[in-house]
């Protein structure tokens, strides 16, 4: 996990009545836990803010927040690209100091 032991935050832009977005979160019910990621969802025609910047991307998976977030993907789920991305965020920034024990 990240230097406090806090799970990646995926956040995931959707809208209703959108398939794409439908198909996304499903996929993410599987990969997020894998990683002990937690999804965030926003609903896009929410926030004109939002519209305006992700309205014709959705759904949009951004790892960590829409102010700080990284986007990933958009319309369909890249797991690779994702997995990646968790797998970076989840390692150790450093390691801890090891004592040395004899052989």
Do not use: I, N
């Not at 990240?2 to 956040?11: A, F, H, I, R």
């Not at 969802?41 to 700080?68: C, I, K, Q």
């Amino acid at each position: 996990m990240t230097g406090e032991d806090k799970p990646p935050v995926l956040t995931l832009l959707t809208r209703a009545y959108c398939h794409l977005c439908d198909e996304m979160r499903e996929a993410l019910g599987v990969v997020a836990p894998c990683f002990g990621a937690v999804v965030t969802e926003l609903d896009v025609d929410a926030d004109p803010a939002l519209e305006e910047a992700f309205g014709e991307w959705v759904p949009v998976l951004l790892l960590g927040s829409v102010a700080d977030g990284v986007r990933l993907c958009h319309y369909r789920l890249d797991h690779e690209r994702v997995a990646a991305a968790l797998a970076a965020d989840a390692a150790p920034t450093s390691f801890p100091a090891q004592t040395a024990r004899p052989l």
